[in-house]
């Protein structure tokens, strides 16, 4: 993970928390809710991540941890519809995925090692071989 609840409560108020996760009226913060969107932000990390880095990362950088808690707090305020998205956190949201686009890009280096080259914008590339094939020619031109 790329970050976790201690992180996210030095951001927001703990009364937020609880009227932001408490789907139970419990009057507690729902740290199950919490984790689901902790694993929402690193799984998007991981997708700008995947093919320009090995992952899991090996050294988390600050850069991602500060990522990983504004997009779990974007992603905890939309789940009320009821209650205004703050701006700040709307703007938090947009900058971090812009941040993502440049790291995925190249134009951001999170200052550890890089696989190779990276895959072009679209592309989407697999390393196996020959004889890991399920789906070979011959099958596939018979159906």
């Known amino acids: 993970m790329y970050c976790i609840l201690d992180d996210i409560k030095k951001q927001v108020q703990e009364t937020t ?21 902790i694993l929402y932000a690193d799984t ?6 995947r093919g320009r880095y090995t992952l899991p990362l090996s050294t988390l950088p600050e850069i991602i ?9 974007y992603r905890l305020y939309s789940r009320r519809f009821h209650t205004d998205m703050p701006d700040s956190i709307n703007d938090k949201y947009k900058n971090a995925t812009k ?5 995925q ?12 080259t990276p895959p072009e914008l679209g592309e989407y590339r697999v390393y196996t071989t020959l004889e890991e094939r399920i789906f070979t020619k011959d099958l596939l031109d018979t159906m």
């Not at 941040?99 to 790291?103: D, K, N, R, V, Y």
């Open 44 to 49: 998007l990390i991981d997708g700008y991540l």
């Open 65 to 73: 941890k500060v990522i990983a808690i504004d997009l779990s707090i």
């Open 17 to 37: 928390l609880i009227e932001i996760t408490d789907d139970s009226l419990s009057g507690q913060i729902n740290e199950d809710v919490v984790n689901e969107t």
């Open 105 to 116: 890009k190249g134009v951001v280096s999170l200052g550890i090692e890089t696989v190779g």
């Open 99 to 103: 941040l993502l686009e440049q790291i």
